[in-house]
């Protein structure tokens, strides 16, 4: 089907829009010509308890110190809560919908700040302080905000590990940050299925003595273990404190909190975020990508496990005084028509989700979607990958029928928030395209020596400067944070991503550059995938690599040695795949398993992944140079039985 390569903003939507095109123009270039002075005003859309005078102080050189509104003082949660109760306490902050069809709850501002204080009082009776790191596994539910929310009331760094992760996932996580506390359910619910969260968690904890308190909340009411002395019922400790809990002064650069992150190498990284920086980014871009207007319905579909999540359903929303929709359960439960269903049940007017979801709604057809009204749906937004073309044209005309726009967003965990867009009230959209950077944020493409290229040109990725919502370290290894992102190309924040910009400065993104594969959505290091499967007895080597896949995005194909005497059958394939969901979680098992008696080498024993991914695409005809490898015909033998 052909499409055009331009959807012009709707007048309709550019009337009303926060910010149209001479608008958008107009902040970019004071936001360009004086950042102190852009977000010295941008700040006030937060509610500082000192307010800050120093605006902007970062350096991406030498020990790289990234810091905004530094002597400000404020609290995360009060920006979410208490500063609302006064003119919107009665105003929905939350509708939550049930996997469970007939299951949704609303929370207004006035019940969730009595929920984030009762949970924030019974942490602070677990014992937590300010700037414990507090480890959160739960199922979307409105305790998972609520968990969010207390963490950040009482000054403790939260980190959310996905609920889908493995025990030894969650594991790592919490003794990576040393964390003392956690936050889970019994079980959480997912298109009709049970998921243990419970017994997962103590499956975890037998590795990790640093973890003292367990703080449970009663989901589906399952009967699960508790371990006296460990082990608290959320319910029974909520009942005995009060409902009021004096929000803890936090510093600007005092961590809001951690997530982690896939990268090319190593273990996962402990992406950490600030409070006052953090805040101003994730309510700026909230209002200003989805053009957020007072009142409505905001619909991220992400998991609060995920970035996306945190900035999106909770923070963002919560500090624009939105009403969010948390939805607990999967696209296709109990038909395919669910997502359409909940939006016309509770009136969204604004919906995130990902290529990946649209993808797989788009296999079954327009049928689903028709049969729903969505007269409500004002805005639709994409993320997590590149959206092609083709599902931009299915989001925009069957489920928008041509009177949505369609908002992709570029961004990362270690972005904060969106960086790159197209505002729908300013700019033409080019579907495939991410847009244009908003204002403040200054991309560029350098070559591969690290030299800036200008004008329509394509390369890496990178940020000549800072934006008030940028992760500020790893976690307990700033080194690692700037030989990952500042070593590459010095000066600039390396996106590890691959970009290409057109002649009238929209960027496209081509995909990571480096060896992390994007699988629906979520990032995964090959080394991770890796690591998993060397770890079983009958392996010997392993090498990982995304391929092309028509719903994923990319998908999981690992080449497998295996140890001499072992057979490659398929209860062994079989075997591996299950392995790997256990090792690390659903996400990461492998599509396609390739038996590979060798891996094509240099000859200093580095693995060219360059041909590795070219089989696993099928693109056998244009390997390329293999002169340089140590035995050329392991590639033969490898193409000769490439996996089917
Ligand atoms: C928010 C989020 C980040 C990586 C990023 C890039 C890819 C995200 C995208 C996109 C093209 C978009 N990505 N959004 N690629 N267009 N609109 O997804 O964070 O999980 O850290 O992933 O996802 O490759 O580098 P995270």
Redesign the pocket.
């Known amino acids: 089907m052909s499409h055009p390569e331009r959807v012009k903003v709707m007048p309709e939507i550019a009337a009303h829009a926060l910010v149209n095109r001479a608008q958008y123009d107009d902040m970019a270039a004071r936001a360009a010509a004086d950042p102190d002075a852009f977000w010295a005003a941008e700040k006030d859309r937060i509610d500082w308890i000192t307010s800050p005078t120093k605006i902007k102080n970062t350096s991406f050189t030498g020990d790289v110190s990234i810091k905004w509104f530094e002597d400000g003082v404020l609290n995360a949660s009060v920006n979410c809560l208490d500063r609302h109760l006064a003119t919107r306490g009665d105003q929905v902050a939350i509708i939550w919908e049930g996997d469970d069809p007939n299951e949704s709850r609303h929370v207004t501002y006035r019940e969730l700040h009595a929920d984030v204080c009762r949970m924030a009082n019974v942490l602070v009776a677990l014992g937590a302080k300010k700037g414990d790191r507090i480890t959160i596994y739960m199922p979307m539910i409105v305790e998972a905000a609520v968990a969010l929310l207390a963490c950040a009331r009482i000054g403790a760094i939260h980190s959310v590990v996905f609920g889908g992760f493995s025990p030894d996932s969650l594991a790592n996580r919490i003794q990576d940050c040393n964390s003392n506390i956690l936050i889970t359910a019994d079980e959480g619910r997912r298109g009709g299925r049970k998921v243990p969260l419970k017994t997962n968690v103590d499956a975890a904890l037998k590795s990790c003595p640093m973890l003292k308190s367990v703080l449970v909340v009663k989901a589906t009411g399952t009967s699960i273990a508790m371990t006296a002395g460990r082990d608290v019922w959320y319910h029974e400790a909520a009942a005995a404190v009060p409902a009021e809990c004096p929000p803890e002064p936090m510093k600007a650069e005092d961590p809001l909190f951690i997530l982690y992150?896939s990268g090319s190498t190593g273990k996962p990284k402990g992406v950490l975020h600030t409070t006052g920086g953090y805040m101003v980014w994730a309510s700026f871009t909230h209002q200003y990508v989805f053009d957020y207007h007072e009142g409505e319905i905001f619909w991220c579909t992400a998991d609060v496990g995920?970035?996306?999540g945190h900035t999106y359903i909770v923070y963002g929303p919560l500090a624009n005084g939105a009403t969010t929709l948390m939805f607990e359960g999967v696209p296709n439960y109990p038909d395919t028509s669910r997502v359409w269903q909940v939006v016309d049940k509770h009136n969204v007017n604004i919906f995130y989700t990902a290529p990946t979801a649209i993808r797989a709604l788009m296999r079954d057809g327009d049928a689903p979607v028709k049969r729903t009204s969505r007269a409500s749906l004002r805005i639709l937004g994409?993320?997590?990958?590149?959206?092609n073309p083709e599902a931009w044209y299915w989001y925009s005309h069957v489920v928008g029928d041509d009177r949505c726009p369609v908002v992709?967003?570029?961004?990362?965990?270690?972005t904060g928030g969106t960086l790159i867009t197209g505002l729908p009230g300013a700019i033409d959209q080019k579907p495939g395209s991410?847009g244009l950077p908003l204002p403040g944020v200054k991309p560029l493409i350098v070559d591969a020596e690290g030299r800036e290229l200008h004008g329509a040109t394509e390369g890496n990725l990178c940020l000549a400067d800072s934006w008030p919502g940028q992760m500020r370290t790893v976690y307990g290894d700033h080194d690692r944070f700037i030989q990952t992102y500042f070593s590459t190309f010095p000066g600039y924040y390396f996106?590890?991503?691959g970009a290409r910009r057109d002649a009238d400065g929209y960027y496209w993104?081509t995909?990571?550059v480096d060896d992390?594969i994007?699988v629906s959505?979520?990032?995964m290091g090959t080394a991770e995938v890796e690591s998993a499967l060397v770890a079983h007895p009958k392996v010997a080597e392993a090498a990982v690599v995304g391929f092309p896949h028509e719903v994923k995005g990319q998908g999981i194909y690992a080449y497998v040695t295996l140890i001499s005497g072992e057979d490659p059958t398929d209860d062994l394939r079989r075997e591996l795949i299950i392995w790997v969901r256990k090792e690390i979680g659903p996400i990461a098992a492998p599509d396609e398993i390739h038996w590979a008696p060798g891996l094509p080498k240099t000859r200093s024993g580095k693995i060219m992944r360059r041909i590795l991914r070219k089989i696993a695409a099928n693109e056998t005809e244009s390997l390329g140079d293999i002169s340089t490898l140590a035995d050329p015909s392991v590639v033969e033998d490898l193409v000769a039985n490439r996996a089917a």
């Open positions: 992150t995920w970035v996306t994409s993320v997590g990958e590149p959206i992709d967003t570029w961004w990362q965990t270690e991410a996106s590890g991503d993104i995909g990571r992390v994007n959505g979520h990032r």
